[in-house]
Each structure stands twice: as structure tokens, then as C-alpha cells.
């Protein structure tokens, strides 16, 4: 005899969905209604988009952390306070190779301990994401940047200006776990890879303004300029501080502690209508599975989330390696070694700075309409190209004591730099966190997220601490390294990576994984599961 198969709760509650959806259908939905498919009814209220907004303001702070650090360091007063042993180096002519003059241990940690810290951090976030809600993460990672900021721009030794940093990276930690959940899961299913790519959008703005303050800061006479650089990371962290305690906290965090009624009410008020009923139950049952889930890490290794968290961690590890951070941490220094003056250097590095936000905007209008894929692979082909040519021109123009990079060929070198930025930007920069964020089920969303801020902040550490030394060794072979890289990302998108654009983030395993060429086997024990523990 065969055994009665018991329909799981989300089998039951589907004609219940279906008829909300039906009679949302036939209503019309007025403007901003689903535009097809499984979308749900909703408009583009001014909470939503000031909600973004202050949320995204994390990235701001995380984006001038990494700016401000590559302009610090290439300080003659800063070095010379901090770090003696590399400003006697960069004064001396013809002692270190072009490629070395940077090569220290010290100075690459000054860098690289805020990823060290973050990476572990994120662990410790994704307990406060999902027990606490998104909303007090984001304020606790406001709290962790401030106390960072007065550290660092206090310090009088070495030792003060790595807790800074140890400080400022609990709070990327937490800021990079809250704050692309709380982007993907406030906003209305058609916008939502715009709104999330706010947060890379005020990363390269956080750049652009921290290139723009080492160029004025440089200049200040009496030897205090980087303290200001590093002082006024205060006014983002203050944003962050502040808008988390504004910003209203995700229906997703809210019902999935328990807050049905205040869920309700907010997915209300962020979507402008009366008729939540549809995404109100989808969330509720992705709720329901996410509370039997005692062990997230766990839920996070089984078969079904393999697809989720493979493509997680290698768009982390691929977004690092295209080499995009250490183009951006040392663009100074790296300017300075091509033979550019201080000031010359640091102007070139606004240049790429401000490509880097009018790109990000490029991304913003283009991700949910031509989609994520389009994107990615366009972006591959010409940041293989550019960094093909920067290498090919360091090979042949920058020895290790001798300089005969011209004018003309320098300016191309920036233009290069500009190209490879711009794709970047566009691409790799918003889509490694977007994507990531908007496709693991809501049981294993906030272990899923750790371990790609994890992963991300790992490989970000191991860039900023080899990247001075591998430029010192492999010469101009790094952008070689970088671009076999791009090579290798863009064949794992063509074959791996399926488009998520306008799929609501609650169906993303019926509409993407199970369709999908490869990943559709991972999703067996999705129908065979007998106890219904599967996301909706």
C-alpha cells in the first residue's frame, strides 16, 4: 500500500495566494501594479525610497574607508609619522625598484585589518540580522564606524590607528549584512536591483568624496591633513547612525520575529496599498520555514541552497579578483609608481572616482531592464580588454629604475583605468551584492549573506595585504593576473549565473533554480520534502 502524501502548508495556502493575486488582478491595481508574472500589487511610496536612501548611506561610509586609506598612506607627513622605513624610500631616487617603493608589511596592514575584522564580524551580525531585525544591525554598525573614526583620527601610534581600523571594519562587517538585505527585501519587486545598488552607488560616491578630500587634505600645510582625511569619516557614520534609527525595519524581519501585525501594517505603508494580502501570506509561509529552521549555517549546506551558495561565495572571491580594490585602495600609489607627481596622482584617482559613481548610475537604470547578465558579460569583455592594455604598456614603458611612460601614454593609462573602472562599476561592484541578496530562501538568508560579506571581506583582506608586494614582484604580470581572472569569471556567468530580474525574491526557487539548466537537479527534495520545510 502506498503511503498517503500529506500536502505541506505552503501546497495548502497556494489556491489562497492565487485567489488574492486573481482578485488583485481584476481590481487593476492602479498605478505601480504588478507589471506581469508573479509581481505583487505595489507603488514607489517616498518611505520606500527615503528608507533606501538612509539605509544606503552604510555604503557611503564603507566606500570612504577604502578611498581615503590608498590617498593616506601615499602622505608624505603620514608616512613619515607612521610608517618612516617607506617614506624614506619614496624620497630617496634610484635605491627601490618603480614597483617596490610601497612594498610594507605595516602599511598594507593599516589597510587590510578593517577586512580582517569585518570578515569576522559578519558572523556575529547575522545573529543581530535575524534575531534583532535589519533595522538595529544597521544602527549598531553606525555606532562601531563613529567610535572607529575618533580612534583614527586621534591617533599617535601605530597601535591607535589599527584599532580604528579593527573598529571601522565591525562596522563594514555589520553594515555589509544588514543593508543589502534590508535594500532587497523593502523594495517593490520591479525596482529592486535600482534600490539595491544604492548601497554600491554611495560606495563610489564614499570613493569619489574620500579622493576628493586626500586631494584638498594634501595640501594643508603643518603636516595635520590626513588626521582631517580620517576625521571626517564622522559625517557618513554620523548618516548611518542616524537613519537607522529613521528608517522603519523590513515586513520580512518583522513578521519572521513573530510581528505579524506590525509586518502588515508596515508592508501597508511601503507599498502604498490596501491590498497586501498576496505578498503578506508569501512572506508569512517563507516565515513559517524559516522559524523550523533551527540551524541556519546548516539549512545553508543542504542540497537544495547549493546553487545559492555557490554562485554567493564565487562572486565574492570573482568581484576581488577582478582587481578592482586594489586598483582603487592604491590608485595613488599605483599613479605615483607610473611616474605621476603626488598631486598628479591623487587628481588621477578623483578621475577614476568620479567614473566610478556616473557608472554605478549607468547599472542603476540598466540592471532591471536589461537585466543582470547583459550586465556581467558586457562588462567582462572590456574589463579583460583594459586591463590587457594597462599591462602591455607597464611591460614595455615601467622598468624597475627607469621610467619612460610619456605623456601621452600616461593619459592612456588613465583612460584605461577609467575603462576598466566604468565596467566594473556597472557590473561586478553592485551585481556581486545584489544577486547574493535577492536569492536565498529567507531561512537561510542572513547565514547566506554572512558568508558571502565573509567571503567577500576575506579575499578583500588577502588583496589589500599581498597587493603592494605582488606589484613589487610580478611587476606589470599583476594586471596579466587580474585579467586571466576576468577571463575565468566571465566563462562562469555564461554558464552558471541565471537572470533573477523581476522575480519577487520569495519564488526565486520556481521561477529560476528549477528552471535552469543545471541547477534546476539541486531542487529535487524541494517537492519530495515530506514536512513542507521549503521556502516558497
Not at 618603480?98 to 558572523?123: E, H, P, R, V
Not at 545559492?308 to 600609489?333: D, E, H, K, R, S
Not at 573602472?421 to 547566506?448: C, D, H, K, M, N
Request: glycine share 10%; aromatic share 12%; hydrophobic share 50%.
Amino acid at each position: 500500500m502506498k503511503s498517503k502524501i500529506i500536502p505541506s502548508p505552503r501546497q495548502m495556502l497556494k489556491p489562497l495566494i492565487l485567489a488574492c493575486r486573481e482578485a488583485e488582478t481584476m481590481a487593476g491595481g492602479g498605478f505601480g501594479a504588478a507589471s506581469g508574472g508573479g509581481d505583487f500589487e505595489a507603488k514607489i511610496t517616498p518611505l520606500v525610497i527615503m528608507s533606501c536612501i538612509m539605509a544606503a548611506s552604510g555604503g557611503l561610509m564603507f566606500g570612504y574607508d577604502v578611498g581615503i586609506s590608498g590617498g593616506v598612506t601615499s602622505m608624505p607627513p603620514f608616512l613619515k609619522e607612521f610608517f618612516p622605513v617607506v617614506y624614506k624610500k619614496t624620497q630617496e631616487t634610484g635605491l627601490e625598484s618603480n614597483y617596490c617603493k610601497y612594498d610594507n608589511q605595516g602599511l598594507q596592514l593599516f589597510t587590510s585589518s578593517l577586512y580582517l575584522a569585518a570578515l569576522i564580524s559578519t558572523f556575529f551580525a547575522s545573529y543581530t540580522t535575524r534575531s534583532l531585525g535589519r533595522k538595529l544591525t544597521m544602527f549598531i554598525a553606525g555606532v562601531f564606524f563613529v567610535a572607529g573614526t575618533v580612534f583614527n583620527a586621534a591617533a599617535v601610534n601605530l597601535a591607535m590607528l589599527i584599532i580604528g581600523r579593527i573598529l571601522l571594519g565591525c562596522g563594514v562587517g555589520f553594515a555589509n549584512q544588514a543593508v543589502p538585505l534590508f535594500l532587497s527585501e523593502i523594495a517593490p519587486t520591479r525596482i529592486r536591483g535600482a534600490l539595491n545598488i544604492l548601497f554600491q552607488l554611495n560606495i563610489t560616491i564614499g570613493i569619489l568624496f574620500a579622493n576628493l578630500i586626500n586631494y584638498g587634505t594634501a595640501k594643508i600645510e603643518g603636516g595635520y591633513g590626513w588626521r582631517v582625511s580620517l576625521g571626517l569619516a564622522g559625517i557618513p557614520a554620523g548618516m548611518l547612525t542616524i537613519g537607522s534609527l529613521i528608517v522603519v525595519d523590513t515586513p520580512n524581519s518583522l513578521i519572521e520575529r513573530g510581528k505579524l501585525e506590525e509586518g502588515k501594517a508596515v508592508l501597508k505603508r511601503i507599498r502604498g496599498v490596501d491590498n497586501v494580502d498576496p505578498e503578506f501570506l508569501e512572506i508569512v509561509e517563507a516565515s513559517r520555514v524559516a522559524k523550523e529552521v533551527k540551524h541556519p549555517f546548516r539549512s545553508l549546506l543542504k542540497r537544495r541552497n547549493r546553487p545559492q551558495l555557490v554562485i554567493a561565495i564565487w562572486m565574492q572571491i570573482f568581484q576581488q579578483f577582478t582587481g578592482i580594490n586594489a586598483i582603487m585602495f592604491y590608485a595613488p600609489v599605483l599613479f605615483q609608481t607610473l611616474g605621476f607627481k603626488s598631486d598628479a596622482s591623487l587628481y588621477s584617482a578623483v578621475i577614476t572616482g568620479a567614473v566610478n559613481v556616473l557608472s554605478t548610475v549607468v547599472s542603476i537604470y540598466f540592471v532591471d531592464r536589461a537585466g543582470r547578465r547583459v550586465l556581467l558579460l558586457q562588462a567582462g569583455v572590456q574589463m579583460f580588454l583594459s586591463q590587457l592594455v594597462v599591462a602591455i604598456i607597464m611591460g614595455l614603458k615601467v622598468k624597475d629604475h627607469s621610467n619612460n611612460l610619456g605623456h601621452g601614454l600616461a593619459i592612456l593609462v588613465v583612460l584605461m583605468v577609467c575603462s576598466f573602472v566604468s565596467s566594473f562599476a556597472w557590473s561586478w561592484g553592485p551585481l556581486g551584492w545584489l544577486i547574493p541578496s535577492e536569492t536565498f530562501p529567507l531561512e537561510a538568508r542572513s547565514a547566506g549573506q554572512s558568508v558571502a560579506v565573509f567571503t567577500n571581506m576575506l579575499f578583500t583582506f588577502i588583496i589589500a595585504q599581498a597587493f603592494l608586494s605582488m606589484l613589487c614582484n610580478m611587476k606589470f604580470g599583476i594586471f596579466l593576473f587580474f585579467t586571466f581572472w576576468v577571463f575565468v569569471m566571465t566563462i562562469f556567468v555564461v554558464v552558471l549565473i541565471p537572470e533573477t530580474k523581476g522575480v519577487p525574491i520569495e519564488e526565486m526557487t520556481e521561477r529560476v533554480w528549477k528552471q535552469h539548466w543545471f541547477w534546476k537537479r539541486f531542487m529535487d527534495d524541494v517537492e519530495d520534502d515530506p514536512k513542507g520545510k521549503l521556502h516558497a
